[in-house]
């Protein structure tokens, strides 16, 4: 069974940055997407960023574009780990943060990471 270990959230202030890493288990192969969603409070969950298993194709929601970047371990591996470079942070990315993986027509979720901004 796959799993997807979240870490790195926190408080942060505004202007500032955070580094959000994500680690699964459980896969037999190497070529599954992974990404990042939100979700604010009494809001819907959201898409954050994407990224294929090659490293290529990197996708970004137009609230952060420019000021997050995604990247992942870029060896053939069952358990690269994905990254969520975040910078210039803001009030309104105050959100739970997930792990998203998806190969085939299967997705999993990682269990969620508190980010808070603080002004």
């Known amino acids: 069974q796959v799993q997807l270990v979240e870490s790195g959230g926190g408080l942060v202030q505004v202007g500032g940055s955070l580094r959000l890493s994500c680690a699964p288990s459980?896969?037999?192969?190497?070529?599954?997407?992974m990404g990042w969603y939100r979700q604010a409070p009494g809001k819907e969950r959201k898409f954050v960023a994407r990224?294929?298993?090659?490293?290529?194709?990197?996708?970004?929601?137009g609230s952060v574009k420019g000021r997050f970047t995604i990247s992942r371990d870029d060896e053939r591996r069952t358990h690269n780990a994905v990254y969520l470079q975040m910078d210039g942070l803001r009030p309104d990315d105050t959100a739970i943060y997930y792990c998203h993986s998806a190969v085939g027509t299967a997705d999993y979720w990682g269990q969620g990471t508190q980010i808070t901004v603080s002004t």
């Open positions: 990224i294929e298993w090659n490293g290529d194709d990197a996708e970004y929601a």
């Open positions: 459980g896969y037999t192969t190497w070529r599954y997407q």
